[in-house]
């Protein structure tokens, strides 16, 4: 089992950025798929940014694109979200998350089975 451990979230003011980050052990990323996912308050988690592994095609949810970037440093065995024009309804817990298996297509959201501790992130004036 994979250690995902997530950092880089806080409090920031409504239109601010956030860079979020994802150290990833136990697991090579190399080609796998590679996502961030968002829990809001009372409301299940869902997934809004993934990265493909073999061409890195990116694939946002509609609710943050435009202003969210998802990367990754495969050297430091690293995934990155680069949040911008933050807004109240970014609040929540962030995951990332890894599929084992680079047949699937990234956006495949129910398959991914490896969670951190999520970091949160507040968007408040």
């Known amino acids: 089992q994979p250690r995902l451990v997530e950092s880089g979230g806080g409090l920031v003011q409504p239109g601010g950025s956030l860079r979020l980050s994802c150290a990833v052990s136990?697991?090579?990323?190399?080609?796998?798929?590679i996502a961030w996912f968002h829990q809001a308050p009372g409301k299940e988690r869902e997934g809004v940014a993934c990265?493909?592994?073999?061409?890195?095609?990116?694939y946002y949810a509609d609710s943050v694109k435009g202003r969210f970037t998802i990367s990754r440093d495969n050297a430091k065995n690293t995934v990155y979200l680069q949040m911008n024009s933050l807004k109240a309804e970014d609040t929540g817990v962030y995951y990332c998350?890894?599929?084992?298996?680079?047949?699937?297509?990234?956006?495949?959201?129910?398959?991914?089975?490896?969670w951190g501790q999520g970091t949160q992130v507040s968007v408040s004036s």
């Open positions: 998350t890894v599929l084992e298996d680079s047949e699937y297509v990234c956006y495949d959201w129910s398959l991914y089975d490896y």
């Open positions: 136990g697991l090579t990323l190399g080609s796998y798929p």
């Open positions: 990265m493909g592994g073999s061409r890195g095609t990116t």
